[in-house]
């Protein structure tokens, strides 16, 4: 489902879809590295 999201998207499926997809992967590899440093709650 998700590679397929990706694929979509880096053919121009969407002009935002790109921008979305990198933010939510960004927010959620930044939040497992705090809740691995112990800062997340």
């Known amino acids: 489902m998700l590679t397929r999201l990706t694929q979509l998207a880096w053919r121009g499926w969407s002009p935002y879809a790109r921008e979305i997809l990198l933010a939510a992967m960004f ?13 997340g709650t």
């Open 27 to 39: 927010y959620s590899w930044f939040k497992q590295q705090f809740a691995a440093q112990g800062y």
